[in-house]
């Protein structure tokens, strides 16, 4: 695996390989990698000559200074387990490289960005628009891969590409999840031993939410018994619960022959949860 830390010499490695023909795959990333992760990076090399991950923490999502101060930062073991996949480039950038002055420019990505976790996170899309334009326009790959399980950046990022017209093929690979059902995620390793045998509980409350929808029960009354129900459990605290149309993310009353996204947003002591099952 080659690692490059600058801008300028991954993007002169990169023109090379374009010149010799090869398809580039891009796997974004803000590192503490997980099987979920290694996933996309295996998809990426199934469909291209050569895949890129990049790893970089980036300050201008994070509205909350002390969670982004806690992020694990861990590029040595990052770079073990990318080795295991036969990754074949890893981007390194530092903050000062990406932002040599503090961008400017605002994405205003409407009523998307406005409900569940853009309701809750300030600002937290515009920065996601930022480095991810930022990175497509660094690696200008041929696709990009994200995983579902953050929804809401899935959409805003496809919205991004349809409005910048990016030339690349965006695609949305599917939740990887521990064997009892919880998602994959960095921030699961701050979860204390008694707060990770309880975590599954919230993939477990979706499961039961769809359930209930299939039977005609009203989203509202849905949504107050798995918010309810989840309250009651040891060391869970529900952010949000929505019903939303899986195009639009805005709030449904039931099911329809549109897509549906279950979203779930739960703290777990300091630790904040995200998740989705679509319906």
Known sequence: MQVFYSINTLQDYLKVQRKKGKSLGFVPTMGALHEGHLSLIEASKAENDLTICSIFINPTQFNNSQDLAVYPRTLEADCEMLETVKCDVLFAPN????????????????????????????????????????????????????????????????????????????????????????????????????QRKNAPEIFNALQKAIELLKIKKPASAVKGFITSHLDNIEGIEVEYFEISDFETLQPVNELSERKTALCIAAFMGKTRLIDNVIV
């Open 95 to 194: 903050a000062h490289d990406m932002y040599p002055t503090l961008p400017n420019l605002k994405f205003d990505f409407g009523d998307l960005e406005r409900v569940l976790e853009g309701k809750f996170r300030p600002g937290h899309f515009n920065g996601v628009g930022i480095v991810v334009s930022k990175l497509f326009n660094i690696v200008q790959p041929n696709s990009a891969y994200f995983g579902q399980k953050d929804l809401q950046q899935c959409a805003i990022i496809k919205r991004l590409v349809i409005d910048l017209s990016y030339n690349l093929k965006l695609n949305i690979c599917p939740t990887q999840r521990e064997k009892d059902g919880l998602a994959m995620s960095s921030r699961n390793k701050n979860l204390t031993p008694e």
